[in-house]
């Protein structure tokens, strides 16, 4: 077994090379799960004691609790079952937390590729969970047929309400992508597949909040008292944490502009598949575990605040991944990472992370070095 040091140095041949791979999510994997190797992700990182809560939030008028459950990916039975299992644990886990959660939202990526028959069910699976459900896609769900099976089955994003004096709002981050299918006189399918790699070339920067939702954003809060809380429900995070894997959300300067007098605002969002945790001014952004699979943490861009999660046992396809619970009691709220093991974060580096160093030497995007930012 290589130590840590030198799972994280980089191949110079592959850095020659320009290392131009597109990593799919199903590739990944494999590979992160054959090597079981000790990531890095760089320096940023930070290791804690164990502990499986952390204060996100305060100022909420009275006590609330709420789940998190995200990236599902399923794919149709017929093909396999293996994130069928994982989806229906979660949510009989939140079902059965009973009256102890106030409602559930699905943060997006239920489907795999976009299949109605994957979204069909998930919403079956879904059932089982009776409380009161919100949903915001992801960008799994929408490209096969631009959100059509999605907004007809689970309703329109972005949208809003009040709870125990918290504005929630979810915003749609994923199906604002410029159009880059067209041109390439692309079939649904093949659109959809570009959208279902990590590091995908084609799709550019499709991530983002978009001119009409922002408006829509600044008009939501327009009536919402500048000390009170607000959550902001997301696929992707509302921050740049690494563009080459679209974990980010190309507009967030402006969202963050809108968000930016609130005195108590959170970000909470899937689509990483990891835990992530940062801070800007007044503003907290947590990134949710998934339910199917871990990603590696990204090689930069790491918050420095965030704990990075334990390294996932490649033999146990339940290790690594997870729910998320909030709960705001008066001026103090926590979130419980619920992921399927006692350990959820590193107690040294030797321990964290979920993957490969060696397959992240990926070379950043003609678009993202287009892009303005
Ligand atoms: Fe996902
Ligand atoms: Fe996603």
């Given at each position: 077994?290589k ?7 980089r191949?110079p041949?592959?850095q020659?090379?320009?290392s131009?791979?597109?990593i ?10 054959v090597?079981?190797a ?9 290791f ?8 996100v939030?305060?100022?909420?008028t009275?006590?609330?609790?709420f789940?998190?459950?995200s ?6 039975k017929?093909?396999n079952?293996?994130?069928v ?8 886990e ?9 409602f559930?939202i699905f943060?997006g ?13 998930g ?7 009776k409380i009161k459900?919100?949903?915001?896609p992801g ?14 089955t ?5 949208w809003?309400f009040?709870h125990?004096g918290v504005?929630f ?5 994923v199906?604002?992508?410029p159009d880059?299918?067209?041109a390439k006189?692309?079939s ?5 597949g570009?959208?279902?790699a ?5 799709a ?11 408006q ?21 995070p ?12 190309r507009d967030w300067r ?10 108590n605002v959170t970000n ?11 801070e800007t ?5 947590i990134?949710?575990?998934a339910t ?15 704990k ?9 396809p339940?290790?690594?991944v ?8 008066k001026?103090r709220?926590?979130y419980e990472?619920?992921?399927?093991r006692?350990?959820?974060?590193a ?8 993957g ?18």
């Amino acid at each position: 077994m290589k130590n840590t040091r030198e799972h994280r140095s980089r191949e110079p041949e592959a850095q020659e090379k320009g290392s131009d791979v597109s990593i799919t999510r199903r590739t990944f994997l494999h590979k992160s799960l054959v090597t079981g190797a000790a990531v890095a992700g760089g320096s940023a990182l930070n290791f804690f004691e164990t502990f499986t809560t952390m204060s996100v939030a305060h100022a909420a008028t009275e006590s609330l609790s709420f789940a998190w459950v995200s990236d599902t990916h399923l794919y149709p039975k017929t093909l396999n079952t293996r994130f069928v299992e994982k989806a229906t644990r979660a949510f009989s886990e939140v079902q059965a937390m009973g009256p102890k959660i106030d409602f559930m939202i699905f943060g997006g990526d239920l489907a795999q590729l976009g299949d109605p028959v994957e979204i069909q069910l998930g919403a079956e699976l879904l059932k089982e969970v009776k409380i009161k459900k919100y949903f915001i896609p992801g960008e799994h769900d929408w490209y096969l047929d631009m959100g059509e099976m999605w907004n007809k089955t689970f309703g329109p994003t972005p949208w809003k309400f009040d709870h125990k004096g918290v504005r929630f709002i979810g915003l749609d981050t994923v199906g604002n992508a410029p159009d880059y299918w067209s041109a390439k006189k692309m079939s649904a399918k093949e659109r959809m597949g570009h959208m279902s790699a990590l590091d995908g070339q084609v799709a550019g920067p499709w991530s983002g909040v978009g001119h009409k939702q922002l408006q829509w954003l600044q008009t939501a809060l327009s009536d919402w008292d500048k000390s009170k809380p607000v959550i902001v429900f997301t696929h992707t995070p509302l921050y740049e944490c690494y563009a080459p894997w679209n974990f980010w959300t190309r507009d967030w300067r402006e969202a963050q502009e809108i968000l930016k007098p609130f005195k108590n605002v959170t970000n909470i969002h899937g689509h990483v598949h990891q835990p992530l945790y940062h801070e800007t001014g007044n503003m907290r952004f947590i990134g949710q575990l998934a339910t199917s699979w871990p990603w590696p943490y990204a090689p930069e861009g790491v918050p420095p605040l965030t704990k990075a999660m334990v390294r996932v046992d490649p033999g146990d396809p339940f290790d690594g991944v997870g729910w998320g619970h909030v709960t705001f009691a008066k001026d103090r709220a926590e979130y419980e990472y619920k992921m399927w093991r006692k350990q959820v974060y590193a107690v040294a580096e030797a321990d964290a992370g979920t993957g490969d160093n060696r397959n992240q030497i990926l070379t950043p995007r003609i678009a993202d070095r287009a892009w303005p930012y």
